[in-house]
């Protein structure tokens, strides 16, 4: 490897710079990231076959990407990898977010870009902490506005209560409930639920 001087010989000569031999094995850099987007490389340390990611500079790992691509996070600055990354249609844009936001363990949270678009469109939420998503907000239009929200109040996987945005206004006006001895969906009053 070069010093980045030339040298001289006694009888003040120049010659060729230092370099290394053809032969000789030079470890490449290892991939460039920015998780916080500030336009700053974060810093990378690969062992083995994981790679850590520091994204504040301050020598703890902020997040890991493992050899078969998948790259844990810590979303809140604890030192624990909370969520998983994930790119579901291998296009190498994160679509999916697997949070466990409340540190037991269990994810409680999903965040998606469904249609790719590179916007959110889908919030799943564990909202009691049993294990079970049971409430879901959507944008169905992709306008960037939830239009759709979906309770699972008792966890059977079907949906208690939906309440929509049919007019595209921004309220959800339209509540429907359902009946637990049907399974039929019963339509409410057309109660607008956003506060005043």
């Known amino acids: 490897m070069s010093d980045g001087f030339e040298d001289q010989v006694e009888d003040d000569t120049m010659v060729e710079d230092d370099a ?41 790992a902020d997040a890991v990407l493992t050899e078969d691509g998948q790259l844990f996070v810590d979303t809140d600055g604890d030192g624990v990898l909370d969520s998983e990354f994930l790119d579901t249609n291998a296009d190498g844009i994160v679509d999916e977010i697997h949070t466990d936001t409340d540190g037991d363990g269990n994810v409680d ?6 249609n790719y678009d590179g916007f959110i469109d889908t919030v799943a939420v564990d909202s009691d902490g049993d294990g079970t998503i049971d409430s879901f907000s959507l944008d169905t239009d992709y306008d960037g506005q939830v239009d759709t929200q ?47």
Do not use: F, H, K
């Not at 949270?109 to 469904?114: E, L, P, W």
């Open 109 to 114: 949270q999903i965040v998606a870009d469904t």
């Open 20 to 60: 290394v031999a053809e032969d000789d094995a030079v470890a490449e850099d290892p991939a460039m990231y920015d998780l916080d987007g500030d336009g700053v490389a974060d810093d990378v340390m690969v062992v083995g076959d994981e790679t850590y990611i520091d994204v504040d500079g301050d020598g703890v």
């Open 150 to 196: 979906i309770v699972d109040e008792d966890g059977d996987g079907i949906a208690d209560v939906t309440l929509t945005d049919e007019d595209g206004d921004g309220n959800l006006e339209t509540v429907v409930y359902s009946d637990d001895n049907d399974n039929r969906q019963d339509t409410g009053l057309g109660t607008n639920v956003n506060p005043s």
